[in-house]
């Protein structure tokens, strides 16, 4: 119990439409776990990743993360502060009055202390293998899409986190982006000590055990 | 059923009205404290290896707060100058005062005129960028995403702005100053036998320790202010794109309100 990096104690969560997703929600991810939670519209799946990242606020209930409370204010957490996380939002989550290499070497700087040469290049790295150096120059588009979701798995990929999630992509993907979203996953989970919750279709569920949220549990792998 | 209010005699609604806004009033002094006390907290938790990035955005909003903006400051306070030496030499060249205009001219400029029109000017154009940008950062999730993603947002965003404001307040306060007095030493010396060097001997006499701590003080007071109102008008966006344009607006105004009402009082503690 004592190698649980997140732990959720007493979650009561409802999501922004209103709907109650958990109550009382007692969970533990253990350090290594990787999980692929298939999404289906309203099951939740989105709005458990925001919470296992300290986005959403719950509405009773505590979250400890590495051993730190997380709670959704602008309250320092350590484990953030030095990029440990790698949160890939549906919509990417980038600034968009950045381009995407500017997008991608920023956490390395910013959290991993990397001189700006040597962020860039390292970023530049991370969009070719995404297939998206060609592009690294221009700002993400509004509304998001699926360049802009890749792009923020490379910057996720970028700086080893040590737990990844994974939100579904904002339209379908064709292969070649499948492929590249596959190969940066694989990259990033290389360290088996790499915690991932994968939020997506049939095409991630070989990367981690089967996840269910049902009746406000979370079922892993083998648990009734 | 009819509503309570609807059935509250007229002064009874007044004063709640009033009530309100006095609430409102307090509760965005709140909001404006907690920003700046969580940029003064992360200024003092600022790590060495993040100040190159730092200072790379901290210049970036100096050079669109301050160097954009000087055609613009050039021109308005070269009229200003030249225009309200003008009135004052209508007004005055009766009275046989012509040889105090210049140090007139310099005490209105310095004190007052200068850092308003500097205020008004930062207020119009970055204070309203800066709210449209964090707004928008605040609708899209951004601000979320990137302190999850190891980006402190108050650090990358807020401190910069906050630093950069200040700096180029001051900056933009002198230099308009400088612009304003040297448009009315040209009015001046266009109707008046006035010479550079008399003028610049009346300004001498004209700028004080008061003076100087009038501009200190509220270049600090307004470039702090500004990027701290507009960010507080911005994060309050919640769902919805048409809440940008009025939390825009409500930041442009606040800014204004606060710019007069701590000039003003400034202004009495100083010079009363």
Known sequence: MSDALLALEGVTLRSPEGHLVFQGLDWRLQRGGRFHLKWVRGGGASAFLRLCCGIAVPEAGRMVLDGVRLTASYAPHPFLERGALGYVPTDG???????????????????????????????????????????????????????????????????????????????GLDEQVRLAARDLLAQAGADPKVTMILVGGDWLADLGEPMTIIESRVLTGSQP | MIPMSRTLPIPVKVASRLGAAVVAGFARVGAVVRLLFLCLRSILRLRGEQMPLMLEVTRTQIRFTALDALPLCFLTALLIGATTLLQLFGQLSGFGVESYLSQILAKLVIRELGPLLVGIVVISRSGTAMATEMANNQLSGQLEALRVNGVDPVRFLLVPRLLGCVTSVFSLIVFVDTVALLGGFFVAWLRLPVSFSAFLTALGQAIGPRELAATFFKAVIFGTSIPMICSSYALEVRRSSTELPQAVTKAAVGSLIFLLLSGAVLSLFIYV
């Open chain 1, 93 to 171: 989550g980038l600034a968009v009055n950045m381009p995407l290499l500017a997008n991608v070497a920023l956490p390395l700087r910013f959290a991993l202390n990397l001189g700006r040469e040597e962020a860039q290049a390292e970023a530049r790295l991370w969009l070719e293998r995404a297939g998206l150096l060609d592009v690294a120059h221009l700002r993400p588009r509004v509304p998001a899409d699926v360049q802009a979701w890749l792009a923020s798995l490379a910057r996720t990929a970028a700086k080893r986190p040590e737990l990844v999630l994974l939100d579904r992509p904002p339209g």
